[in-house]
């Protein structure tokens, strides 16, 4: 794994990796019982800080890189992820922030799409029908999750409204993620991490505005958020082993 990267910068991303999962299935496994969510909180934020450090280490240890410009997008990306999970998990000034999670999130998916967007530009993986069929698939499937989660039989108040944007945006990550992934199909990962996203965001979204509850409902958002968020900032090693530059030895 990663066998492109020097011995001590292998073996530091992949202690992370398996720190993550410890501290995400770990927390699921060995947490207390509760009806909604077995994790507790600090391993949920544990873990995904330790995504934010994963990042921010393929960003240093790549600088040398021709992908290391889509990096940094990851890293940005993931960093803005963890602040909107302080804001969801009430751990910002204010206490609880939805509207503050969701505009964090989105900022982070900004990023994303940045990232994916130039790089594929940069690898000349820009065929049209890909990317653009990929987009408009996802903005379907966006905004009709949007209208039958959030919106439908609802009241509407501007979080509702505001929802809309922001699930296709999150469609839009997941849209140009699909279209890298069916030209080169080693991204796939990167795909599957995006569409992960999305359907986590949906499950809260449920339980936020259609007040959705089942068993253990806030580790099964967690189960496919975290994992979504990993496979994204570990597409780093796809985008490095695909570059020509060398790296530092």
Same mark, same amino acid.
């Given at each position: 794994m990663f066998d492109f990267l020097p011995t001590s910068s292998r073996y530091w991303l992949i202690a992370l990796l398996i720190l993550w999962a410890v501290l995400l299935f770990g927390g699921f496994i060995l947490g207390p019982a509760d009806a909604s969510q077995r994790m507790p909180k600090w391993t949920r934020l544990t873990s995904s800080a330790v995504l934010v450090l994963a990042a921010w280490s393929w960003f240093l240890l790549t600088r040398q890189n021709a992908a290391n410009g889509f990096v940094l997008w990851l890293a940005i990306g993931m960093t803005f992820g963890f602040m909107g999970d302080l804001f969801m998990a009430g751990m910002m000034p204010g206490g609880r922030n939805v509207l503050g999670g969701m505009a964090t999130f989105g900022l982070g998916h900004v990023a994303y799409i940045i990232g994916i967007w130039r790089f594929a530009s940069q690898m000349g993986l820009t065929d049209g029908s890909a990317r653009w069929g990929s987009l408009v698939v996802w903005w379907i499937i966006g905004a009709a999750a949007w209208y039958f989660v959030v919106y439908r039989g609802q009241q509407p108040t501007t979080l509702h409204y505001a929802a809309l944007p922001y699930a296709l945006l999150l469609a839009s990550t997941a849209g140009m993620a699909t279209g890298l992934a069916l @030209?080169? +199909? @080693?991204?796939?990962? #990167?795909?599957? +991490?995006?569409?992960? *996203?999305? !359907? &986590? $965001? #949906? !499950? #809260?979204?449920?339980? #936020? *505005?259609? $007040?959705? &509850? *089942? *068993?253990l409902i806030g580790d099964v958002i967690w189960l496919t958020y975290g994992p979504g968020q990993m496979l994204i900032v570990y597409s780093a090693a796809t985008a490095v082993a695909l570059s020509q530059a060398p790296l530092p030895t």
């Open positions: @030209q080169q +199909g @080693q991204f796939t990962w #990167l795909a599957v +991490g995006a569409a992960l *996203f999305l !359907i &986590s $965001d #949906l !499950i #809260l979204a449920a339980q #936020l *505005f259609n $007040d959705l &509850s *089942f *068993f």
